[in-house]
T-cell receptor, first 115, second 113 residues
């Protein structure tokens, strides 16, 4: 079974631009979560989508948004990019069959550099 | 202060050594505890998953949770150069449902020949 895929793998943008990142979960997985990873802050939870609805949200500004499609694929968007948005953006999927936390499978990430 | 604290290292040990990695946390609602391993330029992969206090063993890896002290550990026996990676602790509760994980910043481990 194919793993979680993320596109693009690398991206360079300038301040003020916006960016859209894409994530395809493992086949059959219905939950997709997004995380930001930086050297100083580590991995920080952005949001989780399940059945096209945002189920959980982290403490990030409204410039960070996401959505999930009916096939469980997800996109996240960052508007008005700032230098501090440079990071590795990781997507994780899980089956979400049970009510409690589950094993999450991470993709390789999209490395975003904001100049 | 962060909810989860983890010594960033780097930690360098000789091959065959026992490695101890630790995290402390402040949120008493955390009930599920995980350890992830992340190789350079890869996404994290789950190593161990434990619920509440106690020990769990899987091959060379042992996870310990002490909820009374808000302290979790991962032990690696007979460490190998292939264990060289960043180890991340993560935890969550179920009050909000779903899969919101809170991570430590990671400990970089190097196992030398």
């Amino acid at each position: 079974k194919a793993g979680v895929t993320q596109t693009p793998r690398y991206l360079i943008k300038t301040r003020g631009q916006q960016v859209t990142l894409s994530c395809s979960p493992i086949s059959g997985h219905r939950s997709v979560s997004w995380y930001q990873q930086t050297p100083g802050q580590g991995l920080q939870f952005l949001f989780e989508y399940f059945s096209e609805t945002q189920r959980n949200k982290g403490n990030f500004p409204g410039r960070f948004s996401g959505r999930q499609f009916s096939n469980s694929r997800s996109e996240m968007n960052v508007s008005t990019l700032e230098l501090g948005d440079s990071a590795l953006y990781l997507c994780a999927s899980s089956p979400s069959r049970a009510g409690g936390p589950e094993t999450q499978y991470f993709g390789p990430g999209t490395r975003l550099l904001v100049l | 202060q962060k909810e989860v604290e983890q010594d960033p290292g780097p930690l360098s040990v000789p091959e065959g050594a026992i490695v101890s990695l630790n995290c402390t946390y402040s949120n008493s609602a955390f009930q599920y505890f995980m350890w992830y391993r992340q190789y350079s330029r890869k996404g994290p992969e789950l190593l161990m998953y434990t619920y509440s206090s106690g020990n769990k063993e899987d091959g060379r890896f042992t996870a310990q949770v002490d909820k009374s002290s808000k302290y979790i550990s991962l032990f690696i026996r007979d460490s190998q150069p292939s264990d060289s990676a960043t180890y991340l602790c993560a935890m969550t509760d179920i009050t909000g449902g779903g899969n919101k994980l809170t991570f430590g910043t990671g400990t970089q481990l190097k196992v030398e020949l």
